[in-house]
């Protein structure tokens, strides 16, 4: 490789740019990155595997098919748009200057916001020193990890349940994955949990669930809460550390029907000592892009996550957190947002479940768990060991996405994505980007790509 230091001169107008690929060991991602010696974390780390997904999508519409996708978890803001308050709040804000870096933990008026927030609809009252504002809930779930958890602990979750794997590997952390089970619809129980303990640091919740769109109820959110504070009683007699909670919340603001969201703290008073809680706006007020998250979290904690943010400069940026701050401090303008959202995603929701209900009833091989929260549905597509006419037995989920995509353009995703590995037709089926009409649409073209399996 020649290396060659060339004076600004050179980038001077008419003199053709020093093409950059030609001094870089290039070929496909991976293969470049092992030449070029990268760290084994980089070697290792996993793409999303939603984004692959997407890109079969985006071939199937590059050929003019259309594709109900429900893939992603996000909104469309065609079909979700933030509150008209949060827009018109940032572009002011933006105007009157609020450009520079805030403060690491947060602009004050936006943890204020969070605390009475939590004091006013969680009934949670915490000092302003435990709310660290970051941009978005991901960096609060990497500081989390990393504020509780060495290298070569272990951190206890369920599956399926998104992203912790990759969390995991990038604190060096050693996975200890409980199998939920959906006549549980796919929630951790105490049962479940409680052998798994020994040494783990972190236990890994969220509720509403990503994939299921179920939620924690009382009795077993309960359960798991005294499950910990036991154990942490335990550790405390022995001179042992504590173990954690992450409580990753941020679809709270929506469930559905009789679903009610809950949290240990307010459950099981003692797990404010151990409970670390993730939230933001992206789900809450179909906000993703504009990357405002938080925690709430025993000061100890949230001092060392605010460090920890600090140094990876994942702030959100000023004028979004103003501005978040002053939308959470209007409950008259959230609960008018909320009560337009929730009906919203309900009805995509209940569209698809009644959907598969009717088609379930007409024999075919589908059924779905009624939606209590977030924005998915649980659906299982049930034809392993079936076949078309004339072709090969369905035996992996893989089989049964891409059939859907190609015969019905319904993109979906199966629950090996979320870390649970069998081929039993689970599949995740996201709302936030297509209308009511769209699943109307799409609902028939399912029941003929299932009618033709025998
Ligand atoms: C359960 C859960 N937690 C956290 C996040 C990340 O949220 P953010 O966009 O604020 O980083 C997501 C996003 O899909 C999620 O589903």
């Not at 199998?179 to 929630?187: G, H, T, V």
């Not at 904690?301 to 002053?326: F, N, S, T």
């Not at 993109?411 to 769209?438: E, H, I, M, N, T």
């Amino acid at each position: 490789m020649t290396h060659e230091v060339r004076s600004p001169a050179a980038a001077a107008p008419g003199r053709l740019p020093l093409d950059a690929s030609l001094h870089m060991p290039l070929g496909a991602e991976g293969e470049g990155a092992a030449r070029a010696g990268l760290s084994q974390v980089a070697l290792g780390l996993v793409g999303s595997e939603i984004l692959k997904i997407a890109a079969d999508v985006r071939a199937l519409q590059a050929q003019g098919r259309k594709v109900c996708n429900l893939t992603v978890g996000d909104f469309a803001p065609s079909e979700f748009r933030i509150p008209r308050s949060l827009e018109r709040g940032i572009a002011s804000l933006l105007e009157r200057g609020e450009t520079n870096y805030p403060p690491s933990d947060g602009v004050l008026s936006a943890r204020e916001a969070v605390a009475d927030y939590y004091a006013r609809e969680l009934g949670l009252r915490y000092p302003v020193s435990s709310v660290v504002i970051a941009g978005g809930a991901r960096p609060v779930i990497y500081a989390t990890y990393r504020a509780v958890v060495d290298p070569g602990e272990r951190v206890l979750y369920p599956v399926p349940s998104w992203n912790n794997n990759h969390y995991v590997f990038m604190s060096r952390a050693v996975p200890v994955e409980v199998m939920a089970r959906p006549e549980d619809d796919f929630l951790p129980t105490s049962d479940l949990l409680r052998h798994h303990l020994d040494g783990v640091r972190l236990l890994s919740l969220n509720s509403p669930l990503n994939p299921t769109g179920t939620a924690l109820s009382r009795e077993a959110l309960t359960e798991i809460s005294v499950m910990v504070v036991e154990e942490n009683r335990r550790r405390a007699a022995r001179g042992d550390r504590p173990l954690y909670v992450m409580y990753d919340q941020v679809y709270w603001t929506l469930t559905f029907g009789d679903t009610r969201h809950h949290t240990p703290v307010e459950l099981v008073p003692e797990m404010a000592a151990y409970t670390v809680f993730v939230d933001g706006i992206s789900k809450a007020f179909a906000a993703t892009g504009l990357r405002v998250g938080w925690t709430v979290a025993p000061p100890y904690v949230a001092a060392r996550m605010r460090d920890l943010l600090g140094h990876v400069g994942a702030w959100a940026p000023r004028a979004e957190q103003i501005a978040a701050g002053e939308l959470l401090a209007d409950p008259e303008g959230i609960a008018a947002y909320h009560a337009g959202m929730r009906s919203e995603v309900q009805a995509r929701l209940d569209a698809l479940y009644e959907g598969f209900r009717a088609m379930a009833e007409a024999g075919l091989p589908v059924r779905a768990i009624p939606p209590q929260g977030a924005i998915y549905l649980s659906a299982r597509f049930d034809l392993m060991g079936r076949r078309l006419p004339g072709g090969a037995l369905f035996s992996t989920n893989e089989q049964v996405r891409q059939y859907l995509l190609e015969k019905a353009g319904v993109a979906v995703v199966p629950f090996q994505a979320f870390g649970r590995g069998l081929d039993d037709g689970w599949f995740r089926l996201s709302v936030g980007a297509v209308s009511v009409a769209g699943i109307a649409e799409a609902l028939p073209r399912i029941r003929a790509a299932l009618r033709d399996v025998i």
